[in-house]
C-alpha cells in the first residue's frame, strides 16, 4: 500500500510544475518539491522517536517473554534476534530495513508487519471509507445550518452536539449504540465485519480485496451484501460522529466567514435571492477549504479507528494493534506505529498537494 | 437580542484597575450575552461538579474504589442497582458509584501533571527556539510538527509502554499516563508561543530593552514571555479535555492504571465490554457518562472563552471581516491550513476554527 499511494503523488506533480512556472516563476513546483522532500525527516523523526521509546525499556524479547522462558534460553533468543547488538548499530540495520519495506517480524505469531497491514488494511480503510461518509453527511449539511442560524437556539443546540461528538470516546458511543441497537431493540448485529456464514463465503472467493462490500457484490449474493452492510453500521456511525463533529464546526466557521464577506453584502444589496445567496455565495467557498481538511482528518480517524475496532471486533489494523498490545508483542506495535506514520506523511503530503492545487493562496 | 457585547479584554480593562471584575472568568461571564453566557455557565457548573467530586471524593464516595466486600460479605459482581450498590457492582465485583466518584481524582491529577508537564516544557522550548532561532529552532519546528500530526493515541500508548511497561502503580500510572499526554501536547504549546516570540522579538520594545543592555533572559522573561502568553489559556482547557479522553483511551486499551491502584473511567468501560451483550447495562454507562459530562464542561468553558477572546466569534455584527485565519486547532489534534502546508507555525494565536 505504501508503494501504490508514493507513485500517483509523485506522478502528480510531474504535469503540475511547468504550469504553473509559466505563470509565476515556479511556485507550485517549488512548493510541491519542498513539501515531497519534508515528508522523509516526517517519517524519520517518528520512526526514530518510536524505535529509541520502545528501546529505552529493553529488548522486546525479554518484555514479551521473560519469566516464561529460563535466562539462558531467554538470553539465546534475545542474541539470535540481534537484541544484544550495541543500540547505535541496531538502530542503522532498522532504518536499512525500513528503506527496504521491512518493518519487522511480529514476536506472537511470527508475522511481517506488512503482511499484517496487507491482511487488516482493507478491513480499516473500508471503515474509514464508511466513516467518511457518515461524517459528511451529518457535518457538512448541520454545519451549513449552524452558520446560518448563528448565535440562535439551533446554532447552540448544533455546538452542543459538535462538542458531544468530540467528548465521547468512541468506545462509549459503540457501546451506547450496541446497548440500544444491537442487544435493546435487536435490529444490528454485536460485533465483527460479517457473521460467520458470510465470512466462510466470502473467503471462497478467488482474489479477494478482504474490502467486504465489494467482495460481497462481487459474489452477487444480496443476503451477502445485505449482512455485511448491516455489520457496518454501528461502527460506521461511532467513528462518523467523532469527525462530524470536526466537520460541523469547521464549516459553521468558514461559512460564517463567507457571510459576513463584503462580496455576499454586495450580492444581497443587489437584490440576489436568499437561497441562491447562501449556496452560489456563502457555502460554495466556504467549502473548498474543507475539502482539504478532511484529508487531515485521517490522524483523528486513525486514533480514533484504534478504539472503535476493538469496540466493535472489526479485525482491522487498530484491533490487531490491540491485540498486540495486549500480548505485549512490541515488535509489532513499533511495526504498525511506523507504518501508520508513513501512511500519515504520505497523506499530508497528498492534502497539501490537492490544497495548494485548489487555493493558490496556500503555495505564495 | 443583544447584537455585539462592547469589547474591554483583561489588558483594557477600564482605568486599568484590578478588581474581582477583571479576574479571567468572572471577566468573560460579565461580557457574555445571550446563548454564549448560557454555555459557559453550563461549561462551568459542569466543571465545579467535577471539581467538587474529586476533591470531596472520600466523603462522597460509599466504598472504598478497591473494596470488594463489606461487613455483610461480598458485593458479589454484575449486581442490579440496589439501595446498597445505587449503580450495581462491575464484573470484578466493584461498586460502580464509588469507582465513578473516585474516577474524578484520577483525572484530576493526571490532568494537572500532564499540562503542568506539557506547559511549562512547551513554552520553555517554543520561547528558546523562538527567540534565538537558527538550526535548534528549525529542527525543532520540524521535530515538533510530525508529532503534531501523528494520532496522539498512538503515541501515548508507545510513551506509555516506556513509563510503565503497561502495567502500574498509581504514582507509576499516573504520570505514565500524565507523561504520555505530555508528550502529545508539547507541539501545541511550543507552536502558538514559538509563532508569537518571533512576531514579539522585532518589535521596538524588545529593541530598545536590547539597547539599553538588557540580557537575552531579562528580555525573554520580562518582555516576551508576557506577551506571548495571551492565548494560552484556550490551549490549556482544550488539553485538559483531550487529557481525559487519552487517560480514558489508554485505559480502555489496557495501558492505563490497575484498578487495585486507582479507580479509572477507561479501564471500568473495557472491562464492561463483555457485559453489553448480555445486557447489562449499568457498568458501562455510568463512566461513560461521567466521561462525557467532563470533557463536555471543560470544552464548554474552553470554547465560550475562545469566542469571547476573539471580536469576530463574540457578536453578530463584528463577525466575518474575512475568511477565518489559517491556522486551527482542532479538537481532533490534526492542524489545519497554511501553518501545516509549509512547515511553520501559522499566525500568532489562531485558534480560530475551534471557537466556532
Redesign the interface.
Known sequence: MTTTTTEPATGSTEPAAPAARRKNGGGLGSYLL??FL?IF??IF??VT??FF??R??GDPIT?ALGGRLPADQLQQRVHEAGYDRPLIAQYFSYLGDIAHGDFGTTLSDRRPVVDVLKTFGAASLELAVYSLLVAFIVGIPLGLVAAYK????P??GL??FA??C????P??SG??L??IF???LGWLP??GRASTGTEIELSTLPNATNFYLIDAIRLGDSEAIKDVLQHAVLPSVTLGL??A??FL??V???V??????GYVEAARSRGVAESRLLRKHAYRPALI?IIT?IG?????L??GA??TE??FEWKGLGFQL?QY??A?D?VA??GI?AL??VI??LT?FIV?II??LIDP??RY | MATATPTPTPAAAPGGRRTWRTLPVVLQLRQSVGLQRGMLVAGLVLTGIFLFTAIFAPLLAPYEFDQLRDANGPFGAQAHPSSNHLLGTTVGGYDVLSRVIWGTRTALAVIVVAVLLSFFAGVLLGLVSGYFGGWLDRVLVVVCDAIYAFPALLLSIVVAIVISGGQSSLLGGILAAAISITVVFIPQYFRVVRAETVRIKSEAFVESARVIGASNGRIMARHVLRNATRTLPLILTLNCSEAILTLAGLGFLGFGIQPTAAAEWGYDLKQSLADVSSGIWWTSIFPGVAIVLTVLGITLVGESLNDLADPRLRGRRAAGDGPPPAGTVEPGGAVVGSGLATGMPDAPGAIEGYSA
Open positions: 519542498i513539501r519534508l525527516p516526517t523523526i517518528l522517536t518510536v521509546l520502545m529505552a525499556t518484555a448563528r448565535d440562535k437556539g446554532d447552540a455546538r452542543v462538542i458531544l468530540y467528548a465521547t470516546p468506545f462509549f457501546l451506547l450496541k446497548l444491537s442487544v435493546g454485536v460485533a467523532l469527525v463533529g470536526i464546526r469547521l459553521r466557521t468558514n460564517i466567514g463567507t457571510l459576513g464577506s477549504p481538511v487531515l482528518q485521517i490522524a483523528a486513525l486514533g484504534v478504539l476493538t469496540t490491540a498490545l495486549t505485549r512490541f506495535v513499533q506505529v501508520l506514520a500519515v506523511a499530508n497539501d490544497a495548494a493562496r496556500v
